[in-house]
Every structure is written in C-alpha cells, then in structure tokens.
C-alpha cells in the first residue's frame, strides 16, 4: 500500500460514524487530495523525526490525519481559512496560531552593538518564511508546516511522550498534559493509530513503531479500499 492510500485509509477510520463534517458522497475528491497533500509533506520531508521504528513515517502521517480530524473534523471552510479559529489568530485544517504557523526557527545573522561597534552575530529565532494564502491554498504546505511543529516540539522535549508533544503542540508548553483537549487529541491518535495497524504507538511512552500488515488489511477491507 502506498503511503498516500494509506492516509486516505486513515482519514476514512478516523471518522465516526455519527460524524456530520463530511459528507463523502460530495467531499472524497477532496479528501483523497487531502491525503495526498499529507502523504506528500511526509515523504518529502525525512529529517522530520517524530518516531522511531519501521513504521515512523505511517506513525507521522496518522499524527497529521488525527490533528486534522481533531482540529477541523476535515471541514472545507477550515482547510481553505474561511473559517478560522481562536479571533482568526489559527488557521488551516491543523488550527496552528499565527504567527508561528507561517514561521519556522532558523539561524541568521544579525547586526548588534558591541562595545559602540556594529557586529555580526548567529542567532536562532522564528522568521515568517511563508504567507497565509499559502497555507490556505496549499495544504501540503499546511501538513508540512503541521508537521514542521511536531519535529520542533520534539526537538526541544526530546525526553517527552507524545502526550507531551500534543501538550506542546496545543498550549506552547510540553509540561501542561492536564487538560482534558491534550489526552483527547493523543489518544485520538493512539486509537487510529491502533485501527491502523501500528504497534506500540503510545500516548506515554515511547517505542519503536511497527506494522502490523494483517491488521491494517483488515481495516481496508472493512473500509472498501483497495490496497
């Protein structure tokens, strides 16, 4: 199975079966270029590091399937910004704020004052390298940048379970895993994660990620997809 039918499997086992955000008979072109977009900010991007085990990159990409859901419930309006979240402050079906969404943390030289001269230094803050109307437009740049959050939360708390990486990803902060929204989000993707047939791909611990090719069979069939 390749990775973007993978997704679109993903996106189907996430849904409840009560859910009214999608209407599949109007919305699966859509969703199948969603998937797409999510496969294709994961292969592109390697050195984004989430995961370990043979089964990171499908662990990377329930990560993404599950945000969206959780964030967006796949919704069109918030997948294209006419709709957005927290004052207009979040944006794209993954609800990243600004200004961060559209930033990302690299190295510059910057000119300061040093003993009343002009010197060059390296410095490491977040620079706004993107536009909104492309997040907006392009969701694989969305997933991309979604994804770009969680390498960086995992950078900086490296230690940390995924439910420390939501909690960052979700309040700022890794060490603020009290809030009912952060256990709801990870053990959204725990539970898809599960469906989909990856071992070990736990909330509170880390382990190396498998898959579990006769479980993930069983999923596609169950939702018609052809692997």
């Given amino acids: 199975m390749n990775l973007t039918t993978f997704v ?129 437009t392009d969701s694989s740049i969305a997933a991309e940048q979604s994804l770009y959050m969680f390498n960086h939360l995992r950078e900086f708390c490296p230690r940390g379970t995924m439910l420390n990486i939501w909690a960052g990803y979700g309040t700022g902060s890794c060490s603020k895993t009290q809030f009912k929204v952060i256990h709801d989000r990870c053990f959204l993707w725990q539970r898809l994660s599960k469906k989909m047939g990856l071992k070990h791909a736990y909330c509170q611990k880390n382990a190396d990620i498998t898959l579990d090719k006769k479980k993930l069979k069983d999923t596609a069939k169950k939702y018609k997809v052809q692997l």
Wanted: aromatic residues 10%; charged residues 30%; hydrophobic residues 45%.
């Fill in 8 to 136: 679109f499997l993903s996106m189907l086992a996430v849904l409840p079966t009560n859910q009214k955000h999608v209407d599949l008979n109007k919305d699966l072109p859509r969703i199948k270029l969603f998937a797409g977009s999510i496969a294709k900010a994961v292969e592109a991007n390697p050195n984004f590091v989430l995961f370990k085990g043979k089964a990171a990159k499908h662990a990377a990409t329930t990560l993404l399937v599950a945000t969206a859901w959780g964030e967006s419930g796949f919704r069109e309006d918030i997948q294209r910004c006419t709709k957005k979240g927290d004052s207009g402050r979040s944006i794209t079906s993954f609800q990243m704020m600004k200004p961060w969404a559209l930033s990302r943390r690299l190295r510059f030289v910057k000119e300061v004052k040093y003993k009343k001269k002009i010197v060059e230094i390296v410095v490491k803050d977040w620079l706004k390298i993107f536009t909104e109307e492309q997040l907006c």
